[in-house]
């Protein structure tokens, strides 16, 4: 089973922020949080991935809070091309614990 | 740098007929390596992962298997096809034992008739 929970769908208008919740409360101190996105059809790109500082990409950037029970995912600008099911994994750096995909967020950036 | 190869793109095939779908890496080694599936509307299901050549481990019981001939090489297969195999199928890897993210190919988009 995934650790994350996720809100099902988001909308956001086009040009603004799009703010990707996500709850991870039982992670551990070894694990880390992963985005990705997928469009339709297509394989799932890899967005952005932090341990416990915020990190920021050319993408993204990655908010997680400070008792690391929560993060966020953040597009500075969505466009229509950002309209994909994004999915939060919590991963363990030890070895043999695998990505679990939950069902993710489907964002709908609208014109 | 770091590229996965995933054919063919797209496969329609009858009931009962068999499966060989074939996964490469390009430019590392020793690469952890994973199958999924995902059906219509549905999330990712992890089906096979391999930390080595020859070393599959399962994570459902199923209709399919799954090899490792080469080091950067992944293999899925059937002898039989089930119309439940339907599905697009997507092969990932990543760097042995390490935080560094997982990497995932085009797709197999595999219809059974």
């Known amino acids: 089973d995934a650790k994350t929970t996720q809100p099902p769908s988001m909308d956001c208008a086009e040009g603004r922020a799009a703010n990707l919740p996500c709850n991870h409360s039982?992670?551990?101190?070894?694990?880390?949080v992963y985005w990705y996105r997928q469009i339709h059809s297509q394989g799932p790109q890899y967005i952005i991935h932090?341990?416990?500082n915020n990190e920021t990409n050319e993408m993204a950037s990655l908010i997680i809070t400070e008792d690391r029970k929560s993060s966020t995912l953040i597009l500075p600008h969505a466009t229509l091309r950002d309209t994909a099911v994004y999915y939060c994994?919590?991963?363990?750096?030890?070895?043999?614990?695998?990505?679990?995909f939950g069902p993710g967020t489907r964002l709908s950036v609208l014109p | 740098s770091q590229t996965i190869h995933q054919w063919p793109a797209t496969l329609v095939q009858p009931v009962g007929s068999p499966l060989s779908l074939e996964c490469t890496v390009e430019?590392?080694?020793?690469?952890?390596l994973y199958w999924y599936r995902q059906a219509a509307g549905r999330g990712l299901q992890l089906l096979f992962y391999?930390?080595?050549?020859?070393?599959i481990s399962s994570e459902v019981p199923q209709n399919l298997s799954a090899s490792r001939p080469q080091d950067r090489q992944f293999i899925l297969s059937s002898k039989k096809l089930l119309l439940s195999d339907s599905g697009f199928y997507l092969c990932?890897?990543?760097?042995?034992?390490?935080?560094?993210?997982?990497?995932f190919g085009d797709g197999t988009r595999l219809s059974i008739l």
């Open positions: 039982t992670i551990s101190g070894n694990e880390y």
């Open positions: 990932a890897w990543t760097p042995g034992n390490s935080n560094q993210p997982q990497h």
């Open positions: 932090g341990l416990k």
């Open positions: 430019g590392t080694s020793n690469p952890n």
């Open positions: 391999s930390v080595g050549i020859g070393q």
């Open positions: 994994i919590v991963r363990d750096l030890n070895y043999g614990q695998n990505f679990v």
